[in-house]
Nanobody, 122 residues
Framework: QLQLVESGGGLVQPGGSLRLSCTAS????????IGWFRQAPGKEREGVSC????????NYADSVKGRFAPFRDVAKNTVYLQMNRLKPEDTAVYYC???????????????WGQGTQVTVSS
């Protein structure tokens, strides 16, 4: 079965860190790029980062550059989003999605996870 399941969200103080997980079932990470997205209250969903089937990564949002880093563990078929120096404006539901490609330049997605809530607050 084709599935993505996110986990690792929660409440964290500003300046803290979280690591989100996205575990894939039914396909290999070596064949598809995986993107991370987020949607904050009152805002449109935005692309955060992407990791390609070859392991290369990209941060799409300027606001997370230098703070967030996607990476993966192929043996566990899991992609991660390491989030450091978190800010209140990072509060959102975070989603992972499979791209219809091995490359992160393609903005077409066919499978989404259910999302995990990240709240950055004192």
């Amino acid at each position: 079965q084709l599935q993505l399941v996110e986990s690792g969200g929660g409440l964290v103080q500003p300046g803290g860190s979280l690591r989100l997980s996205c575990t894939a079932s039914g396909f290999s990470l070596e064949n598809y790029a995986i993107g991370w997205f987020r949607q904050a209250p009152g805002k449109e969903r935005e692309g955060v980062s992407c990791i390609s089937a070859s392991g290369g990564s990209t941060n799409y949002a300027d606001s997370v550059k230098g703070r967030f880093a996607p990476f993966r563990d192929v043996a566990k078929n899991t992609v991660y989003l390491q989030m450091n120096r978190l800010k209140p404006e990072d509060t959102a539901v975070y989603y992972c999605a499979r791209l219809r490609s091995n490359l992160c330049v393609v903005r077409a997605y066919d499978t989404w996870g259910q999302g995990t809530q990240v709240t950055v607050s004192s």
